[in-house]
């Protein structure tokens, strides 16, 4: 079994900070990409960003600049350091990985729970 659990959500004012994170536990073998999702009431979820085993990075146009995803791999946990916050980056906020739970499995998305973050005034 494997959990994704999130933390770092809250209410901040614009152009405030905030960070998120998101700690993978169970039964794992390995962990490939690993990001940050976003979903506003009315709206589909969207990629904010994402990082690979190796480091790699990408992001959202709209986040890029403003938003820094980072990773330790030793404790199989995921950071988004969110700066310069805006009301539009108000959405639940969900953690994704790809991973393995055993060698010989095929690589699975896991998705926590969410967790909030409101940016107003």
């Known amino acids: 079994q494997v959990q994704l659990v999130e933390s770092g959500g809250g209410l901040v004012q614009p152009g405030g900070s905030l960070r998120l994170s998101c700690a993978a536990s169970g039964s794992i073998f390995s962990i490939n990409a690993m990001g940050w999702y976003r979903q506003a009431p009315g709206k589909e979820r969207e990629l904010v960003a994402a990082i690979n085993s190796g480091g790699s990075t990408n992001y959202a146009d709209s986040v890029k600049g403003r938003f820094t995803i980072s990773r330790d791999n030793a404790k199989n946990t995921v950071y988004l350091q969110m700066n310069s916050l805006k009301p539009e980056d108000t959405a639940v906020y969900y953690c994704?990985?790809?991973?393995?739970?055993?060698?010989?499995?095929?690589?699975?998305?896991?998705w926590g729970q969410g967790t909030l973050v409101t940016v107003s005034s």
């Open positions: 994704n990985a790809a991973l393995r739970r055993t060698p010989w499995e095929v690589e699975y998305h896991y």
